[in-house]
Structures are given as structure tokens and as C-alpha cells.
């Protein structure tokens, strides 16, 4: 884990505008600087980036924090890995807590998939297989393909190369057999599999000389772990946030060829199934996924576990499948893109996608089948929110052709509730809670006299400020320039309204509580009289009711 001092060594290192200007164009707008939001689409920059306040806010989509924020969001990566791109872009040591755990080097690998890389070029039967797929030079370059030759020459080169054997064997370049050292990759096509951070942590190879396994990844190790990694996510992540889609095929070559056919958003599972780890990964961007599968057998049963899971994950997007022996490479092969076009945009819906699966394994001409395919797909329907269930209760009646009684989902009622903010906006409560949060020294102060309760339409806003004071709301509230910036006297001031404001409803809602006996509504309408008297002299009080 990277230690606290080290970060906060390397946030001193930080300027958000030089961080932010090195991903986007930013202009000098007065005090700040002002772009088009990288975030979502816009015309008009309402993307505000404030070097006194080392923060950024849009007052398009309300995303906002600090330079280590931004990167996160950018470049899709979580909070060490932004830590440790920032510390390498500005030339920062890091420190991390346990200094008996070795960070693991990757040199060694670096080195290996560039000397893959020169082998492929003059390697003439892995060349010829890999153009005769339709794949051109570009490709090639751009997914490093490469080529992985006899073991012993893999072995000479890590040891000429002075190269560290124990690094290698811990990332799954060579390993220890009966007869000594031995290369894992051997007379295959390469395909090097980076991480999110955009390190290489592994490899996948094709055999060109006839070994029994056709596909190989390396093993699991503390950087590769296949059920964690998809193929192209590296090249595929801004195309993926960008289109709000992502494809998800079965293989390398249809991830190169899709993006070679302008598809930049497919990516590959690593030889397996989708599973469970892969939804973290997949989620980043929320995009709609499109699961692009063959239709075979393996395809098609593939594709069902894959929707059951990103149905119960309440994924968007459906199920392509790919009939007569097809699959995408050979589409973008055969220079089909328009249709490609067209099946990725109208996918199967995951939902009925399964309905329809588990149908198709049962006569439904007898009757005792039927019954078998309506119990299997109302178990099914029953694992799904209320509202799908709901909605696809019709759907399954009709392909069972039986009356939507027979369907007995779970009997849940769910309220829908309008999620639009209706509060209205009050602008002198902002500018008290702007004030607090650009001098910081004064909450103590505030404190003394206010409480969240006191303001009538953004509570929550000064709660942030006690609680969540890296909410991206509060940097909206920072960055406006329409909300004033009080002074001491002038906050002061609008405390004292503030006050006088809520002390006068309290004042009436005591009137009329019948719940409080006659001397203690008296005596509290005494104190909020005294108190409003204060205010209106010019003093704050503490809350003493």
C-alpha cells in the first residue's frame, strides 16, 4: 500500500491545471480555466478548473475533485494506479507501507514481448497465417502481435540480455520442469494482455506448428489473473466510455479485426467464460454491453450463463450471435461491415434472450414438457427485479402460449419515486456555504450558532461540508462564480438573517404545537423573542432552546 507522506509529497508536486492541460486543451478564463467537459459532450465549456483552489468542476454533469480525481476518471483507473501514473509523469518517488513486499517489476516482460515483436517480423509462416486473416500492418503494430520462438531461444535471450530468470518465473514467461528451465510460450503467435493501468501482465499464443492446446494464456499470477482481464480493454476504453458501449467477443482476432473496422470498443474474454469478476471491470462507464458470441454449442450456452449474470447485474444491451460458421473476423474479412453495423445494433435483449434459451430445450407440443420449460423459466424470471418481472411475465406467456395467470412471479411492490430534485434554490444559503468552504476556519465559528437544520433548502449542501467535504456538489458551490464570496462582517451578517429567519418560524410553529403546555410555549416564546431581539442588534447567539 502507498503511504500517506508519499502521497501528500506528490500532491505537492500537483498542479491541477498542468495535470488537466496534459489530457485536454484548457483556456484562461479571469482567475480560472475553462474547457469543454472531457466527460460529456458539449459545445459550450462549462468545465471550470481553479488553480487557487487546486479543484475542477463541470456545471454540465457535475463531475469534479482534484488532479489524482481527474486521472481517475480519464483514464479509467482506480485511486493507487492514478497515484502511481501521476508519481511516473512528474518524476515522484513513492513509498509504500510494507517495504518486505516487492512490487513487481515488469521489466522483464516489457523486454520479452519486444523481442516477440522483432521475431514476428521476419517469423514468414506466422506472418503469412496472420495477413491471410485479413489483418493488416497496423493491426499488427497496434496490438503488438508477435511471435514466441523454441524454448531454448526465449531462455538465451533472458540470460544474454542479463534478464532476471526469478522475474520471469513469476510472471509466467518460463517456468521449472523436470529437465531444467522451460520457455511457456513456445513456436506460438503472440498476443500481449495488458491491465487497466496499461501494464503488460501476460500473453496470449497461437500454435502455428500444431501443438495440441490451439490457444494458451499465462498462469495465473499476482499481475494476471484471467478472470479479471478482457483483451483490447487497454486500446478499447475510450471508444468504450465514449460510444457508452462496449462488445464483448471470444477472441483475439475478432477484437483486432473489429477494431480494425472501426468496432474500437470489443474487446475478448481470456479463453473463458464471463464471470463474476469481470462485472467491475465491465461496469466502468456504464456502458451498454453487447455479449457477440458463435453459434455453436459452446457459443450458445456461453452466451446464456453470460446474460443470466448481467441480467440479475441489471446490465443494458443484449446477445449477438453469430451463425453458419462465421464469427466477426471473418465478416470484417469479407468486408461486411454495413451488416456488422446492423446486428450490433439491434443485440437481443438479455432477458428474453434466457426465456428464450431455456424454451428451446423442450417440446412444447407436450404438455409435461411445457409445464418443465414454464417451472425453469419462472424460476428464472422469479431471481429478477419486480418491474422486470413484471414486464417479461407477458413476454414469457406468449412464447409458452399459456395465460399470464400461469406465471407466478414474486408479488412485489416497488414505488417509483420521482428522482428529480425539486427543492428550490436559495441563493443567499449558498453564499454562507460557499464563504465556510473557501475559508475553512471559519466552520468552528459558524458551528457556535448554526446547525444544518437552520437552513431551509440546503441542509444537505452544509452537511457536506461536516462530512464530505470532497463532494463534487461542494466544488460546484466553490467554482460558481454567480454565488458571492462574503467577507467576515458580510457572513456575519447573513448568518444574523439567517438566524432571524428560522428563530421567526420556530416562533410560529410553537404557537400552534398543541402538544406543548402553556408555560413551557410561553417560556420558549420568550427566549426566541430575546434571541431575534440580539440579532437584530447586530450579535450572534448560540442555540439555546
Given at each position: ?17 498542468d495535470v488537466i492541460s496534459q489530457f485536454i486543451e484548457v483556456k484562461k478564463s479571469g482567475a480560472n480555466f475553462k474547457a ?28 469534479g475533485g482534484d488532479a489524482i480525481k481527474f486521472v481517475m476518471e480519464y483514464e479509467k483507473l482506480s485511486y493507487p494506479e ?416 439567517l438566524l432571524i429567519k428560522f428563530y421567526e418560524k420556530k416562533q410560529n410553529a410553537i404557537k400552534y404545537d398543541e402538544n ?30
Amino acid at each position: 500500500m502507498i503511504t500517506k507522506d508519499s502521497i501528500e509529497n506528490l500532491k505537492n508536486h500537483l498542479d491541477v491545471v498542468d495535470v488537466i492541460s496534459q489530457f485536454i486543451e484548457v483556456k484562461k478564463s479571469g482567475a480560472n480555466f475553462k474547457a469543454c467537459c472531457p466527460f460529456h459532450g458539449e459545445k459550450t465549456p462549462s468545465f471550470v478548473i481553479s488553480p487557487a483552489k487546486q479543484i475542477y468542476h463541470c456545471f454540465g454533469c457535475g463531475v469534479g475533485g482534484d488532479a489524482i480525481k481527474f486521472v481517475m476518471e480519464y483514464e479509467k483507473l482506480s485511486y493507487p494506479e492514478a497515484i502511481e501514473k501521476l508519481a511516473s509523469m512528474h518524476n515522484v518517488s513513492l513509498s509504500y507501507d510494507n517495504n518486505n513486499e516487492k512490487k513487481q517489476d515488469t521489466k522483464v516482460i516489457e523486454e520479452v514481448n519486444k523481442y516477440y515483436q522483432k521475431l514476428f517480423i521476419g517469423e514468414h509462416t506466422a506472418k503469412e497465417y496472420i495477413l491471410s486473416r485479413g489483418i493488416s500492418e497496423f493491426s499488427i503494430e497496434k496490438f503488438e502481435i508477435g511471435y514466441a520462438p523454441s524454448s531454448s531461444q526465449t531462455i538465451g535471450f533472458l540470460k544474454t540480455n542479463f534478464l532476471n530468470l526469478g522475474d520471469a518465473q513469476e510472471l509466467g514467461i518460463i517456468d521449472t520442469g523436470a529437465n531444467g528451465l522451460y520457455a511457456r510460450f513456445i513456436e506460438r503467435i503472440t498476443f500481449p494482455i495488458y491491465a487497466l493501468n496499461g501494464k503488460i501482465v501476460g500473453f496470449g499464443g497461437r500454435t502455428i506448428t500444431g501443438h495440441n492446446a490451439k490457444y494458451v494464456n499465462s498462469p495465473q499470477t499476482k499481475l494476471f489473473n484471467k478472470s479479471r482481464l478482457l483483451y483490447g480493454y487497454n486500446l478499447a476504453k475510450d471508444a468504450i466510455y465514449k460510444k457508452h458501449e462496449i462488445i464483448i467477443t471470444e477472441g483475439y482476432l475478432d477484437v483486432i479485426m473489429l477494431h480494425q473496422a472501426g468496432f474500437e470498443n470489443a474487446v475478448a474474454t481470456l479463453g473463458t467464460a464471463l464471470t463474476q469478476e469481470h462485472l467491475p471491470l465491465i461496469r466502468r462507464g456504464e456502458p451498454k454491453v453487447i455479449v457477440a458470441y458463435d453459434g455453436d454449442s459452446a457459443g450458445l450456452n456461453a452466451a446464456y450463463k453470460a446474460s443470466v449474470m448481467l441480467s440479475h447485474g441489471n446490465f443494458e444491451g443484449g446477445v449477438v450471435i453469430f451463425g453458419q460458421g462465421l464469427d466477426p473476423a471473418d465478416m470484417v474479412k469479407d468486408k461486411r461491415i454495413n451488416e456488422l453495423n446492423a446486428i450490433f445494433s439491434n443485440p437481443k435483449p438479455f432477458i428474453p434472450f434466457v426465456i428464450d434459451f431455456i424454451i428451446a430445450k423442450y417440446d412444447l407440443s407436450d404438455p409435461q414438457n411445457k409445464q418443465k420449460a414454464l417451472q425453469e423459466t419462472n424460476d428464472y424470471l422469479k431471481t429478477l427485479n419486480p418491474i422486470f418481472q413484471d414486464e417479461y411475465k407477458r413476454y414469457l406467456a406468449s412464447r409458452l402460449n399459456v395465460n399470464e395467470k400461469f406465471i407466478k412471479v414474486q408479488n412485489q411492490k416497488q414505488e417509483i419515486r420521482n428522482n428529480v430534485q425539486l427543492s428550490k434554490i436559495d441563493i443567499a444559503e449558498l453564499c454562507i456555504i460557499k464563504s465556510i468552504a473557501d475559508t475553512p476556519k471559519r466552520l468552528d465559528t459558524v458551528l457556535d450558532v448554526v446547525d444544518a437544520s437552520m437552513f431551509e433548502y440546503h441542509k444537505s449542501e452544509f452537511e457536506m461540508l461536516l462530512y464530505d467535504k470532497e463532494n463534487p456538489q461542494l466544488n460546484g458551490i466553490l467554482l460558481n462564480e454567480q454565488l458571492e464570496n462574503y467577507d467576515d462582517e458580510r457572513l456575519s451578517s447573513e448568518l444574523r438573517i439567517l438566524l432571524i429567519k428560522f428563530y421567526e418560524k420556530k416562533q410560529n410553529a410553537i404557537k400552534y404545537d398543541e402538544n406543548l403546555e402553556h408555560n413551557e410555549k410561553k417560556n420558549l416564546i420568550v427566549k426566541i423573542r430575546d434571541n431575534i431581539m440580539q440579532l437584530r442588534k447586530g450579535k450572534l447567539i448560540s442555540y439555546n432552546l
